[in-house]
C-alpha cells in the first residue's frame, strides 16, 4: 500500500477540473476507467454531469489526485434503478466518476472519497447507488466488501455487445471500513 502524505477531501472548484481529466487520463490504462477510451466528447463533461449535486476531490499538497461525485438518478438509468431498489429516483443518489490517480491505488483515498459521498446521500435520506462494468473485477470486488449489493442489471447502449450487462449496486447496511480503497 503505498504511502501518501496527507490526503485532504474537500468539495470539487472548476479549477479542478482541469488537473483531474489528466487525472483520469493517466489512470485509464491500468484501470479500463472510463470503459470507453477515448471518450467519445470532451472529458470534462464526463467529470462534471449535467444531473451532478455534488462533487469532492482527494488532494494531496494541493494538487487532486481522485475524485467523486454523487447525481441525480435520471435518463435510461431511471427506470432499471427504480425497479431494482423498489424505490423512487427522488430516493436514490447515484455514485458516479470515482477514481484515483494510479500512485494513489491501494491507499485508501478511493474508499475515503465514496465515504464521503455516502454520508452526504445518507444525510439526505437517499439511498447511495452505482453501477458498475463487470469487466472491473477490481471495483466490483471492493464494491462487494464495503457491504454493497447487486440489485440489477443493464446494457446501456455505449456497452459492446460482447461485454457483460452493468451491474446495478445499492448500498445495503453499513459499509464495511476497511481501508482497501477503491480503484478506478
Not at 27 to 52: A, D, G, K, M
Not at 77 to 89: I, K, L, N, S, Y
Amino acid at each position: 500500500m503505498p504511502e501518501l502524505p496527507q490526503v485532504s477531501i474537500v468539495p470539487r472548484e472548476p479549477t479542478d477540473v482541469p488537473v483531474l481529466a489528466d487525472v483520469l487520463a493517466e489512470q485509464q490504462p491500468s484501470s479500463r476507467y472510463p470503459f470507453r477510451w477515448p471518450l467519445p466528447f470532451p472529458v470534462e463533461q464526463f467529470l462534471v454531469r449535467e444531473h451532478e449535486e455534488a462533487a469532492w476531490v482527494a488532494r494531496v499538497d494541493g494538487r487532486p489526485i481522485g475524485h467523486v461525485s454523487l447525481s441525480r438518478v435520471a435518463g435510461a438509468m431511471a427506470a432499471p434503478f427504480a425497479a431494482a431498489t423498489g424505490r423512487p429516483v427522488e430516493e436514490l443518489a447515484l455514485v458516479t466518476v470515482l477514481f484515483v490517480a494510479t500512485g494513489a491505488q491501494g491507499s485508501g483515498v478511493g474508499g475515503r472519497l465514496l465515504d464521503t459521498a455516502v454520508d452526504w446521500a445518507r444525510g439526505r435520506g437517499r439511498l447511495p447507488v452505482l453501477d458498475v462494468v463487470q469487466a472491473h473485477e477490481r471495483a466490483l470486488s471492493v464494491y462487494r466488501r464495503r457491504g454493497w449489493e447487486v440489485v440489477g442489471e443493464m446494457r446501456p447502449d455505449w456497452l459492446p455487445a460482447e461485454e457483460q450487462p452493468l451491474l446495478l449496486m445499492r448500498l445495503g447496511g453499513e459499509a464495511v471500513a476497511d481501508g482497501s480503497g477503491l480503484p478506478a
